[in-house]
Every structure is written in C-alpha cells, then in structure tokens.
C-alpha cells in the first residue's frame, strides 16, 4: 500500500494549476493521497474553489483535514462542502475505512489544536481565555480518540492532523511556539491504538521524521518541509 501525504499547500487563485501537473499521475506512485489541512492561504471560498480543482477527481481516494488558515476567515463549513463536492474526504473527529490495493485503509482525521507536550504544555486553569484555549485542544483530542478507535479492523490505520502530536517533527522550529504547533494529548490515542502512521503539517520550519512514545511513526508533510508536490510512505498489506 502506497499513501501520499501532503499539507500547507496555501492555495489561493494565483496558483491555480501549479499542482494539477505533478496530480494527473499520481496514480503511478501512490494508491490514496491525504491532505493535512492548511490547504487554503486565508481560508476563502474562493481559495477553496482552487483547491477543489487542484485536488478534485483525482484517479486514487483523497481525504483530508483542515488546519488553522482554513478557518481563519470562518467559511470552514463552506470549504469542507466546497471539498466534498468534489470527491474529497474531508474528517474532523471522524474516521473513515477505504479498500485500497486489496487491503483495508482506515484513517482518522482531526485539526487537532495546539497546547504544548508533557511537561511543558498548557491546562485548563485560570481565565476562561486560557481554559477555552486549553479546552479546545481536549474536545478535539476526545472526538479524535473516537475516530481512531472504530478503526479497529482495518489492515493499515493512520492518524491525518494539522497540528503535531509529537514534538520530534518540530525539530528547526523556535521553542517559544511549540505550544502553538501540537498537543501531546492528539499522540495519546495513537500510541492507545497502535496505529501504523501519523502525519501532520503545520510546522513549516519543523522536520519530517519523528516518532511516538509508543513507537508509532511520525511524519511532518507540511510542503515547505518535503519540498515536494506529495511524500509517499509504503506499507506490505
């Protein structure tokens, strides 16, 4: 099994068609492709639109995330219908189970939000501003451990987030904003489950490979750090 993954793509109506190319392929070299949120610039409709077509009816499954700059202008609902009119999978809190190569693919996919990693991270205490902040991250982190375990059954099972679980893949990042990028509290249910992979983006300046406490792999697909139109991690089914 042959999974592509790619984050932080920013799209907006100036790159239109700078993708498509390096897509119409893909086939060739991978058989689904996962999208690690961020794939719009300021989180417009519009960008959504080029979005849609850049990744829209590709010849292999595509399910994705969103992340921080799809939100940021509070059209995510839109963006996610936009994307799945399009043959798009789009997850928050959600799983879902594709036959790909013969096997089972089961993936579940959160934003996921910031807060830091253990003993050095954020906790639901004080001011409302910094409980809703801390709170945030432990809403999704829940709704994420419900999607990871109805994947249970599936040959290959793959956490897809914005944000990191880890903070090995932050590595070239400054310290000061690590608790801007992830949250140890999305890697608990990884490790819990024993899933195969993570990826995420997110982390520009981050690097690709890390690893869980557990031992899950873990994998920074954030465009600026592959440099790449898409990575591709195999699997023996």
């Not at 990028?181 to 890390?210: K, M, N, T």
Request: net charge negative; charged share 25%.
């Amino acid at each position: 099994m042959r999974i592509a993954a790619v984050g932080d793509v920013h799209l907006a109506e100036d790159a239109r068609g700078h993708l498509r190319p390096a897509l119409e392929h893909l086939h060739e070299h991978a058989d689904v492709l996962l999208l690690a949120g961020d794939l719009t610039r300021h989180g417009t409709a519009d960008e959504a639109r080029v979005v849609a077509d850049e990744f829209g009816d590709l010849p292999v499954p595509v399910v994705g995330v969103l992340g921080n700059h799809d939100y940021h202008s509070d059209a995510q609902d839109e963006i996610t219908e936009l994307l799945r009119d399009r043959g798009i999978v789009v997850l928050e809190g959600e799983s879902v189970v594709l036959d790909v190569d013969g096997a089972r693919l089961g993936v579940a996919g959160t934003k996921g939000f910031g807060g830091g990693f253990a003993g050095k991270c954020a906790s639901a205490f004080g001011e409302p501003e910094m409980k809703q902040f801390a709170g945030h991250t432990v809403e999704l982190a829940d709704r994420f451990r419900g999607a990871v375990a109805e994947l249970d059954g599936a040959d290959v099972r793959v956490a897809l987030l914005h944000y990191s679980p880890i903070s090995d893949t932050l590595r070239g990042e400054p310290a000061e904003i690590y608790p801007f990028l992830g949250s140890y509290l999305l890697g608990e249910p990884i490790d819990e489950f024993h899933l195969d992979l993570a990826v995420h983006g997110h982390a520009h300046a981050g690097c690709e490979r890390g690893t869980t406490p557990g031992g899950v792999r873990v994998r920074n697909v954030a465009q600026p750090v592959i440099r790449t139109a898409y990575a591709v991690y195999r699997f023996e089914n």
